[in-house]
């Protein structure tokens, strides 16, 4: 366990030690609170934080993998992993020690998005409830997109070919649950099949736990995807640690 | 202490290490020689639990390499060859994440601080960024973090590469007043480093030991300087 905290603090530490957690924050934030302003934010009259959170799984599709690119790319290149990995450190504990550091640095992001709820609890009475799913379903998201991420960047040495392999990834998951890519599927494909696609997406799940309700489905769904991209980390780094 | 029993590791075509076997008692220096991609590394590499043997195994402390790796790592210190470390941090914030990593808390660690921080001669650079450090410094912080924990057994891959001669000495000197109580191998390409600090000496070639004596036996059995020994050896053999 000392090895996992080992890791953790060190890898959150250095979010804040370089420049990338301040010009991550910058750029996510201001975007976060842009996109729902453009798409009239206060025209709507309502007091709800729906399009803030509509214009999360876009914003994530880049912006996660940027936060998680340099994971493990970054000490492959430079070679500090064979430092990391002759101290009593299992991989395991390693890729959960970034895995966790990464995802409260997207934690620490999202609540610095607090402005909004606050400004809709100003403005009228939201259903707190709701914002609550709202912010777990996010959390979820970004935990999935993060997994997807630290996979790429196991799989290349090169920060850019990991971020553009988990973009891709992720983009894929998201857009396969939107309507447009749905309907076109279903021209093509047998329903059992299209509907099987659009569980898949994190679209689909994210706009199911946005409604308030956390079902079982939902959350294994982000459980499932985290734990399976986390544990083929391990193996491949296992495997390429050295290499 | 080490006991390496026919370790073997190849890359792809390349047999970088094909079956070495032998063994380091407590108060040995074993220094490894051999020309450029003789094996050397690869061979720390496996026994500091970085690389998987293709076949063989070692014990260090009476560990086994492959079944009890995190054993075997808390109790070597390991300098790599070109002493990675994670730059963006100060010398005081590496040390301690290090600590953390072995478990060495409180008290112990401002006692392991004291202890290695004069020893490698980094006061002076302890609140610098690592990135902002000659070759020569980041060399010894790699050897500070090596021998934080005061470790039984030291793998050190070329130790004194890019420091001046004084730190050369130095660092000579550190070595011989640890090599009583402890087990040290050294990889090193300097011959002389191997008459002032190695008690025994293995020289390989393409991955296979050539000889394994010590300095002065080599030096009087061929009888002429270790330079000309290690020519005559790496040359004959791989002619």
Same mark, same amino acid.
């Given at each position: 366990m000392h090895s996992f905290w080992a890791v953790f603090k060190r890898e959150l530490k250095?979010?804040?030690?370089?420049?990338?957690?301040?010009? *991550?924050?910058?750029?996510?934030?201001?975007?976060?609170?842009?996109? /729902?302003?453009?798409?009239?934010?206060?025209?709507?009259?309502?007091?709800?934080?729906?399009? *803030?959170?509509?214009?999360? /799984?876009?914003?994530?599709? *880049?912006?996660?993998?940027s936060a998680a690119m340099?994971?493990?790319?970054?000490?492959?290149?430079?070679?500090?992993?064979?430092?990391?990995?002759?101290l009593p450190i299992t991989v395991t504990q390693?890729?959960?020690g970034k895995f966790f550091a990464a995802w409260l640095f997207l934690a620490i992001a999202l609540a610095l998005t607090f402005p909004m709820p606050i400004t809709v609890c100003y403005l009228g009475e939201p259903d707190i409830g709701l914002i609550i799913t709202g912010y777990l379903g996010s959390l979820l998201m970004a935990g999935g997109f993060l997994a997807i991420g630290c996979f790429f960047s196991v799989v290349?040495?090169?920060?850019?070919?990991? *971020?553009?392999?988990?973009?891709?990834?992720?983009?894929?998951?998201?857009?396969?649950?939107? /309507?447009?890519?749905?309907?076109y599927l279903s021209t093509l494909l047998p329903a059992g099949l299209v509907s099987a696609i659009e569980n898949m997406s994190f679209q689909t799940h994210f706009e199911s736990i946005q409604k308030g309700v956390l079902k079982f489905k939902d959350l294994s769904y982000f459980v499932l995807l985290i734990v399976g991209w986390i544990a083929a980390s391990s193996i491949v780094l296992d495997e390429r640690k050295a290499s | 202490m080490?006991?390496?029993?026919?370790?073997?590791?190849?890359?792809?075509?390349?047999?970088?290490?094909?079956?070495? +076997?032998?063994?380091?008692?407590?108060? %040995?220096?074993?220094?490894?020689l051999g020309p450029n991609g003789a094996g050397k590394t690869t061979a720390m590499r496996m026994l500091a639990c970085?690389?998987?043997?293709? +076949?063989?195994?070692?014990?260090?402390?009476?560990?086994?390499?492959l079944t009890n790796s995190v054993e075997v790592r808390r109790s070597l210190g390991y300098l790599a060859e070109n002493s990675p470390a994670y730059n963006e941090m100060t010398i005081g914030?590496?040390?301690?994440?290090?600590?953390?990593?072995? %478990?060495? +808390? #409180?008290?112990?660690?401002?006692?392991a601080l004291d202890r290695v921080v004069p020893m490698c001669s980094i006061e002076s650079v302890y609140h610098q960024t690592i990135e902002t450090l000659s070759k020569g410094y980041q060399r010894r912080v #790699?050897?500070? %973090?090596?021998?934080?924990?005061?470790?039984?057994?030291?793998?050190?891959?070329?130790?004194?590469?890019?420091l001046d001669p004084n730190q050369k000495h130095e660092v000579r000197g550190l070595i011989n007043s640890m090599a009583k109580d402890k087990c040290i191998i050294i990889s090193t390409h300097i011959l002389e480093e191997v008459e002032i600090v190695c008690s025994r000496t293995i020289i390989i070639s393409r991955g296979r030991i050539l000889v394994d004596s010590t300095p002065e036996k080599l030096k009087e059995k061929y009888r002429c300087s270790l330079d000309e020994v290690f020519r005559k050896i790496t040359k004959a053999k791989v002619a």
């Open positions: 250095s979010y804040f030690t370089t420049p990338i957690a301040y010009v *991550f924050l910058v750029i996510f934030l201001s975007f976060s609170a842009y996109l /729902p302003f453009r798409q009239g934010f206060f025209e709507m009259r309502q007091a709800d934080m729906r399009a *803030f959170f509509m214009n999360l /799984p876009l914003l994530f599709v *880049f912006m996660v993998p340099r994971l493990w790319a970054e000490e492959r290149r430079v070679g500090s992993i064979e430092l990391l990995f002759t390693a890729v959960l290349s040495k090169n920060q850019v070919i990991s *971020f553009v392999l988990s973009v891709v990834a992720c983009a894929v998951l998201v857009f396969a649950g939107r /309507p447009t890519t749905l309907n | 080490i006991s390496v029993k026919e370790l073997r590791r190849s890359f792809g075509p390349i047999v970088a290490v094909d079956g070495i +076997s032998f063994d380091v008692e407590k108060g %040995q220096v074993l220094g490894l970085f690389l998987k043997p293709d +076949s063989g195994t070692a014990t260090v402390c009476g560990y086994d390499i914030a590496f040390l301690n994440f290090v600590c953390d990593a072995r %478990q060495i +808390s #409180g008290k112990e660690r401002k006692r #790699g050897l500070a %973090q090596a021998l934080i924990h005061d470790p039984d057994v030291l793998i050190l891959d070329e130790p004194t590469d890019g």
